[in-house]
Structures are given as C-alpha cells and as structure tokens.
C-alpha cells in the first residue's frame, strides 16, 4: 500500500481506520464494509473495472460512495459539513485498501 494507515478504537472500542487527509473520506466507506463477503463483492467489481469487464462501477454505501473507474477511484461523501466532499485514489490503491480492511472484518465486528 503506497499510503499510510493506522487502525484505532473509538471510545466504544469500534476498529476504525485513519488515512492521509487526502484520502481520508475512503475511511468513511472502508468502515462500513462489515463482511468478508461484502469486501469480496466489491474487490471482485473493481477488478473487473481494471479488467474492461466493466467501463465503471458505482457503489453506494451509508453516507458515501464510491464510483470505481480504470485508473481511480473516486468516493463522494453527501453529508459532510466542511470539505473535502470528494477523495480520489487509484484503483489498484482501493483494491488494496480494501483487502487490507478484510483482513480485519473479523476483529472489527466480533461478538
């Protein structure tokens, strides 16, 4: 993964995940991805966007989404106050991000 992360617990002891401020809103839909399977199904859209399966994809999810294109990646948020609304990252960054986040579903919602 070319960007940083770091993974922390809110007050509740939820998992969260915290990206550079230029991508940052990615975290606002990583951490809403609640399933191994849900992860899954989104890695196997955005490879088959890289693939020329598909020209695009769009995901939407809580509060944002995210329109998955050959090169990047792009995740809107609607509901934000303040900016940034939008965040772009390249896909296979998503990808990554996303597998990375997988591999944590199920510390992040045990019980």
Known sequence: ???PYEFVKDP????GIVLPEE?????????????EDQAD???GY??????GDLEDFEIELNATSIVIKENFSTVKNSY???EPYINQIETDQFI????????????T???
């Not at 509740?12 to 998992?15: A, I």
């Not at 990554?96 to 510390?107: A, D, R, T, V």
């Open 41 to 43: 199904e989104y890695i």
């Open 46 to 51: 955005a490879n088959k966007v890289l693939t």
């Open 12 to 15: 509740f002891g939820d998992l």
């Open 109 to 111: 919602f045990k019980g």
């Open 80 to 82: 934000r106050i303040e």
């Open 96 to 107: 990554e991000l996303l597998l990375i986040w997988k591999e944590k579903i199920p510390e």
């Open 23 to 35: 991508i940052s809103l990615f975290s606002d839909f990583i951490e809403n991805v609640a399933t």
């Open 1 to 3: 993964m070319k960007y």
